[in-house]
């Protein structure tokens, strides 16, 4: 390790260092305890500089994390057992365990890398990231997902919920949502992003957080989107709202 280096993790405004040399372990009785949540591992990741570089593991038997720079540029899935160097200044980690996902950030003094910002491109009311568009719908559902996330307003705790709360939160069916929902997985599972289309035993709850991470992860959606769902409640409350 460069002796400029030195790592600190951010939660719930707290911030927490890596040690020189050992690791900073995270989970619910781990160096950061996250929280008393028994769906979560006593200890998940564990974070320590290793070979000049600073490193994140996946300690864990079950849960997977995102880890994204703050542009959404670069994303990686951490499963169980994997680990990944830290090369950014800033990066944000999510995972989920049970019904709460959650969200720490990582900050480097030193790293190796520094990230640009790209712009999203908007074509025909269409949102396009990358090589995947998605409609204004598909964009609605995303933010119904992580509104919960989104409006915290700091890394921290939040819930994902279930889809028939999400359908009414927009004013739709169960059965529009799923839908809708199952489209905007196939498409991003088509370009790559695993996790999102059913296999074996994985429940719904585990594709729509998994959906939720990646959007945030890749800045799909932002608390500047918000206003989406303004606009929803203002049309829901309106005149021609329906009983």
Same mark, same amino acid.
């Given at each position: 390790?460069?002796?400029?280096?030195?790592?600190?993790?951010?939660?719930?405004?707290?911030?927490?260092?890596?040690?020189?040399?050992?690791?900073?372990?995270?989970?619910?009785?781990?160096?950061?305890?996250?929280?008393?949540?028994?769906?979560?591992?006593?200890?998940?990741?564990?974070?320590?500089?290793?070979?000049?570089?600073?490193?994140?593991?996946?300690?864990?038997?079950?849960? /997977?994390?995102?880890?994204?720079?703050?542009?959404?540029?670069?994303?990686?899935?951490?499963?169980?057992?994997?680990?990944?160097?830290?090369?950014?200044?800033?990066?944000? *980690?999510?995972?989920?365990?049970?019904?709460?996902?959650?969200?720490?950030?990582?900050?480097?003094?030193?790293?190796? !890398?520094?990230?640009?910002?790209?712009?999203?491109?908007?074509?025909?009311?269409?949102?396009?990231?990358?090589?995947?568009? !998605?409609?204004?719908?598909?964009?609605?559902?995303?933010?119904?997902? *992580?509104?919960?996330?989104?409006?915290?307003?700091?890394?921290?705790?939040? *819930?994902?919920?279930?889809? *028939?709360?999400?359908?009414?939160?927009?004013?739709?069916?169960?059965?529009? !949502?799923?839908?809708?929902?199952?489209?905007?997985?196939?498409?991003?599972?088509?370009?790559?992003?695993?996790?999102?289309?059913?296999?074996?035993?994985?429940?719904? /709850?585990?594709?729509?957080?998994?959906?939720?991470?990646?959007?945030?992860?890749?800045?799909?959606?932002?608390?500047?989107?918000?206003?989406?769902?303004?606009?929803?409640?203002?049309?829901?409350?309106?005149?021609?709202?329906?009983?």
């Amino acid at each position: 390790m460069a002796a400029s280096s030195s790592a600190h993790v951010e939660y719930c405004g707290a911030q927490v260092p890596v040690p020189v040399s050992g690791v900073l372990s995270i989970g619910r009785q781990g160096d950061l305890a996250i929280d008393d949540n028994p769906f979560l591992h006593r200890r998940f990741l564990e974070l320590g500089f290793a070979d000049g570089m600073l490193w994140l593991a996946n300690v864990g038997t079950s849960t /997977s994390a995102t880890i994204a720079d703050l542009q959404g540029l670069a994303q990686s899935w951490l499963a169980p057992g994997a680990r990944v160097p830290i090369v950014f200044t800033r990066t944000v *980690a999510w995972f989920t365990a049970g019904p709460t996902t959650y969200e720490f950030e990582i900050v480097q003094a030193g790293a190796p !890398f520094v990230s640009t910002v790209a712009s999203p491109v908007a074509e025909g009311g269409d949102t396009t990231m990358g090589r995947v568009s !998605f409609t204004p719908d598909q964009r609605l559902l995303l933010l119904a997902l *992580a509104e919960d996330i989104l409006r915290r307003g700091s890394r921290g705790a939040g *819930a994902i919920p279930p889809s *028939a709360a999400a359908a009414t939160r927009l004013g739709w069916t169960t059965t529009k !949502f799923n839908r809708k929902l199952d489209n905007v997985c196939e498409k991003l599972a088509k370009i790559g992003i695993r996790g999102l289309v059913t296999e074996g035993e994985r429940s719904a /709850s585990s594709r729509r957080a998994r959906l939720v991470e990646y959007a945030l992860a890749a800045r799909l959606i932002s608390s500047a989107d918000l206003e989406w769902l303004d606009a929803v409640d203002a049309r829901l409350a309106g005149p021609y709202a329906s009983d």
